[in-house]
């Protein structure tokens, strides 16, 4: 097989049964416990399906969400993104960052296996871990308009580290930007009104700041919801 090290590295991946194929090696690889005799092996087989990925694997959509769920490389996926190897961790959210946006709302049979870890991530006090994993939130919100992420946001906003607080406010208030109106159902919305209540009470600044934009713009482009 091709290597797939260089950063941006593209492998072609023609068919559903080519993606396949590439699925059940990276599951071959990813089935033992992480060791110090294993971990670099992950790494190196995550590097490469993500260049698969890149090579046009996604577009095998019933094949490839499959495959990255939960019954398929999911769970191990989602290890590795936690592992305290900062290697493993970091190639496993690249991998995310690098699928998540290229399915798009297709991405919607995922966001309960993914965002939990990656907002777990949010809490590290390792800053490389942290950025990492902002970096990948906001290329989600950016990509996937799913409201449902915003359910998960709302978890991160009642967790102890100040650092997961702030980037979920900050996810939030991207999502309340870029997503457009059809996107926010009642439902949502009433998900959404929540949060904004709990940034506004929140011990830290910044999280209150984001918390008076947010409902500033809620209160332009959804008027009928906003009491008198």
Known sequence: MPPAEAAGAKIPCPSPHSLQLELDTLA???EPQEREDTWEKFERAIIRFAAVTRGGGYKHLDAYVRGVGNKGV??????CMLSDRGRLSGVATDLLQTFAPRLAGHFAPLVHLYLPPLI?????PNKVYLKRAEKCLLTIISHCPLPTIVIHLRGGLDDKSDSCRRASSTAIERSVELWDHARWHNKDLEVLE???RKMATDRDAEVRKTA??????FADDFPERVEE
């Open 194 to 196: 929540l949060c904004v």
């Open 28 to 30: 071959a690889v990813l």
């Open 120 to 124: 777990r991530l949010l809490a590290r």
């Open 212 to 217: 008076k934009r947010v409902w500033a713009r």
């Open 74 to 79: 999911g769970l191990k996926l989602v290890d």
